[in-house]
């Protein structure tokens, strides 16, 4: 079954206490991405990733950092969390770059995130 | 980069059509207009999209402009479980590649 699954979907931390959210896709897709939703501000995107190797900033990338080592992982690095870095976090994935006919994008189930 | 607009929220009286616009005025010739949803705080789920024709599935329809500057989806009998937040988006190709997601129609189907 072709899914895009994130860990931890739920968690609640510390401020200053580093945090890795994981994301794996079973779909050999090359673009992967991380978004953050909050109350009235829609889905906005944190990093995106066109393959191996390939990382771009999205809108909102402080206090971020991702890598992409493997095609299939897309983890999302919280160095320093901070209480307004607290949302809701979605992974996605797409065969292909955005643009390309048909490139549907999958997304996690979502993790959400506290930090106190 | 093209952006979308959409009126924040809308209702729709169960078993009737549902028509949510979207205007797109700065999409360029091979840009495609993609539909999501999102149910509660679930991911989005895909819905449709297209170029210029018009495109249907077992979901619903989008009916793109001649001029491509806007574009309607319709769930042709809305249910209950049609109701929540629908996303029309446009990627960007130039320079970055994105999905700007934006706020979204909040679609609320009442019984």
């Known amino acids: 079954e072709a899914q895009v699954t994130q860990n931890p979907r739920y968690l609640i931390t510390v401020t200053g206490k580093k945090l890795t959210v994981t994301c794996s896709q079973n779909m050999n897709h090359e673009y992967m991405s991380w978004y953050r939703q909050d109350p009235g501000l829609g889905l906005r995107q944190i990093y995106y990733?066109?393959?191996?190797?390939?990382?771009d900033k999205g809108d909102v990338p402080e206090g971020y950092k991702v890598s992409r080592k493997e095609k299939r992982n897309f983890p999302l690095i919280l160095e320093s969390p901070s209480p307004n870095q607290t949302s809701l976090y979605f992974c996605?994935?797409?065969?292909?770059?955005?643009?390309?006919?048909?490139?549907?994008?999958?997304f996690g189930e979502g993790s959400w995130l506290t930090v106190v | 980069d093209a952006k979308t607009t959409q009126p924040p929220s809308m209702d729709c009286a169960e078993g009737r059509a549902a028509n949510l616009p979207c205007n797109h005025s700065?999409?360029?010739?091979?840009?495609?207009v993609y539909w999501y949803r999102q149910i509660h705080s679930q991911g989005p789920q895909y819905i449709i999209h297209?170029?210029?024709n018009n495109e249907t599935n077992e979901m619903a329809s989008l009916i793109i402009t001649e001029d491509r500057k806007s574009s309607t989806l319709i769930l042709p009998h809305a249910t209950l479980r049609d109701t929540a937040v629908y996303y029309c988006i446009v990627p960007t190709t130039s320079g970055t590649y994105k999905y700007i997601f934006g706020t979204g129609t909040r679609l609320k189907v009442l019984a």
């Open positions: 700065t999409i360029s010739g091979n840009e495609y």
């Open positions: 996605a994935s797409s065969l292909f770059f955005p643009g390309r006919s048909g490139n549907t994008i999958y």
């Open positions: 990733s066109m393959n191996v190797e390939v990382t």
């Open positions: 297209g170029l210029k």
